[in-house]
């Protein structure tokens, strides 16, 4: 009797459980919008499917099959999807919201036609990469996005629109798609061409890509403490184009453009760019060489740097400089006086008035300038200067129709007056006065009721 007794307390055990198990597979959990299509069953994403189970350890949701899409009446109607593939709503009135929302681009996908194509964290160019696509890789579209414009080398945007995406193994984030291939698909096994396996990251490459290379000659201009604004500029560079596909080369005096396929290694921190003649190397974390072959085949090497800092806040910085150096000088005047070379005056906004200065002319001035021009502060002297002058000066004059002449100054300042030796080419290295002329031209200027 025992035995029975037992027999059937166990037997009405497992119904129980037998219970459970049946009510977990069958009552609904929700309903998903599926966002990749699956290819068995054979269902188009855009879908609505119930949703009965969600596994945080499998990561999957476990979904029906819609009565269109069952092969027969007897078949599976359950089957499990990855949770990235799905976007869950508690109730079917939201899910159906969100299909009829997803309607325009449920069958657009796109393949990726630029190996190193960057998906990014938001739809700007200069946002973090969160995913590196495979050249012929398929992504799925999942909304048209307003961003800032993907922007070439040259300064130009780029034609093309940032779009929210998915990857295969569920990565989400935008892509622009000048370098896309949009599709629509209607039905059938989705074809994801994937030639090799993932590529092991190529963390050197992707150095280069997280840093703006600039003209050799702007890192000596910022060792050296010396910032020419004539020459430095945010747009000339090299561009590596990954958002693109498009290098670019862009200086004063060079713009030249390589459209490439792929970025292949071709040894220590060296690549070439795919249907080009353009291959650069690392030679620092901070110095790239870009090598390429000009017309008759003539090899070309060109060295950009990456900086330390942002080149808009060396500008600024050196504008700054410019400007309190100026303003110490308008401070003690505005007007200044000599015995012989006639009244300078300056105004608040960098200009200036020289009167009176005949002596001067032909010898220094060049005869029929107009004695009014543009104060610039924009040269510097060499360190044997620096302790016997307060600094150097650029003084240009109006021209007629073009530019005028310039004359470059030392000048020391004091409570007196304004003391100004000129220094002519001869004592000029680029924009640095290196040494005094050896008969050196000296006037004084003192301040009117001093």
């Known amino acids: 009797m025992k035995r029975k007794g037992l027999s059937g307390f166990y037997g009405f055990c497992l119904c129980i459980v037998f219970s459970i198990l049946f009510s977990s597979c ?55 999807l990855p949770l990235w593939q799905l976007n869950f709503s508690k109730n079917k009135k939201d899910a159906l919201e969100q299909a009829e929302a997803f309607t325009e681009y449920a069958k657009q996908y796109a393949e990726t036609i630029q190996d190193g194509l960057p998906i990014r964290e938001e739809p700007d160019n200069s946002a973090r990469r969160v995913y590196r696509l495979r050249q012929g890789q398929i992504i799925k579209i999942l909304s048209l996005s307003t961003g800032n ?43 994801v061409t994937q030639t090799v396996a993932e590529e092991t990251e190529d963390k050197d490459l992707e150095l280069v890509f997280s840093k703006t290379w600039y003209p050799e000659s702007y890192s000596t201009m910022v060792s050296r403490g010396r910032i020419d604004l004539n020459d430095l500029s945010k747009k000339w560079s090299f561009s590596p184009g990954q958002d693109s596909g498009i290098a670019h080369i862009y200086l004063s005096n060079l713009d030249r453009s390589f459209p490439y396929t792929s970025i292949r290694r071709t040894g220590n921190r060296a690549w070439v760019f795919e249907g080009t003649n353009l291959q650069m190397n690392l030679r620092s974390d901070t110095t790239l060489a ?21 080149v808009d806040d060396l500008i600024d910085q050196e504008t700054e400089r410019r400007k309190t150096q100026f303003d110490g000088i308008y401070s003690q005047g505005p007007v200044f006086q000599s015995a012989n070379y006639g009244t300078l005056v300056f105004t608040e906004d960098g200009k200036f008035t020289w009167t009176g200065f005949n002596l001067l002319s032909p010898s220094v001035i060049p005869p029929s300038v107009p004695g009014t021009g543009t104060i610039d502060m924009g040269i510097y002297l060499t360190g044997s200067l620096q302790n016997q002058y307060t600094g ?14 310039s004359l470059n ?11 100004l030796e000129h220094a002519p080419d001869s004592v000029m290295d680029g924009i640095t006065v290196v040494r005094r002329a050896s008969s050196p031209l000296v006037i004084y200027f003192y301040i009117p009721g001093r």
């Open 149 to 191: 414009p993907a922007i070439s080398a040259a300064g130009t945007p780029l034609p093309g629109d940032w779009y929210r995406v998915l990857t295969e193994d569920g990565t989400t984030g935008y892509c622009f798609s000048y370098r896309l291939r949009l599709f629509e698909h209607t039905g059938g096994p989705l074809m």
């Open 409 to 419: 100054f030392m000048y020391v300042l004091d409570s007196q007056g304004l003391r």
């Open 26 to 80: 069958t009552r609904l959990l929700g309903w998903g919008v599926l966002l990749w299509s699956v290819d068995d069953p054979a269902i188009p994403s855009g879908t609505v499917l119930p949703v009965y189970i969600r596994s945080n350890i499998d990561q999957v949701w476990v979904v029906g099959i819609p009565d269109e899409y069952r092969e027969s009446e007897d078949s599976i109607d359950k089957f499990e």
């Open 290 to 310: 870009v090598q390429f072959s000009e017309n008759g085949g003539t090899q070309r090497t060109l060295l950009f740097v990456a900086l330390p800092g942002d």
């Open 392 to 405: 150097a000066l650029t003084l240009r004059f109006d021209g007629a129709g073009s530019r005028g002449p």
